[in-house]
């Protein structure tokens, strides 16, 4: 076929094969990187911030409990106002740091299990909100109580309200636990489809660029030698 085809063609029919094969090497490396790329992001953008954010909201729950233990250590102290006023200074600022937390989360996409699992959460987390808000109230009166009896009094409501928060407490921390590893898992999902995705296209290009260069000798070896014969 070579033999009776003009020079021409020859030449344009060897820099076309290398061309295609260029192409084919620049395609395949361009998904590879890609791929990566898109993992990356994925990681980056929704499912560490997710993780850190959860995590985030994880410690202050536990922080918002301590402070709540924290105000019987003061029981049988009938002048330890300021430290009331302190603690409930302390909470209302961890609630705060809360919203921040939860706003960065519920901002980032999600899918619809991770949805559902969030939306269970946030319904027993707004269970156990509620008392705790009274708990608050509840320590804002006693930094402003100096009756030793009337501290008794506010303190057995502190113990009943400590009981209402106990089993929404319990409940949320372990659907917010679910939430975290639902992401968790997802990080190391999207790691390991990037890093197969990422292997594949590798091995593809490097077969590609073995296959390009392969072909393309063999094709200038073929037309040069027929070049070569139409000379004499």
């Known amino acids: 076929m070579l033999n009776n085809a003009s020079l021409r063609?020859?030449?344009?029919l060897l820099s076309g094969l290398g061309i295609i094969m260029l192409l084919l090497v620049a395609v395949t490396g361009t998904l590879g990187i890609r791929s990566g790329i898109d993992g990356v992001q994925e990681i980056g953008r929704n499912r560490l911030p997710s993780v850190l954010s959860l995590q985030k909201i994880k410690e202050l729950q536990i922080a918002l409990k301590s402070s709540t233990f924290e105000v019987a250590l003061w029981e049988n102290d009938a002048e330890a106002q300021d430290m009331f006023a302190g603690i409930a200074k302390d909470k209302k600022r961890l609630w705060n740091n809360v919203g921040e937390a939860w706003k960065a989360y519920e901002g980032i996409t999600k899918s619809g299990e991770e949805t559902d699992l969030w939306n269970r959460f946030s319904a027993e987390w707004n269970t156990w909100k509620k008392p705790d808000e009274e708990v608050i109230k509840l320590i804002d009166e006693l930094a402003g109580n100096k009756d030793a009896a009337q501290q008794k009094t506010l303190f057995q409501k502190y113990?009943?309200?400590?009981?209402?928060?106990?089993?929404?407490?319990l409940a949320a921390e372990k659907l917010l636990n679910q939430v975290v590893e639902f992401n968790a898992h997802n990080?190391?999902?999207?790691?390991?489809?990037?890093e197969t995705t990422t292997k594949l296209?590798?091995?593809?290009?490097v077969g590609g660029a073995t296959l390009a260069i392969v072909l393309t000798l063999v094709l200038a070896l073929a037309v040069t030698r027929s070049i070569l014969n139409q000379m004499g």
């Open 159 to 169: 113990y009943e309200l400590g009981g209402q928060q106990r089993k929404s407490y």
């Open 187 to 194: 990080v190391e999902s999207v790691t390991q489809q990037a």
């Open 201 to 205: 296209a590798q091995k593809v290009m």
């Open 9 to 12: 063609f020859k030449l344009v």
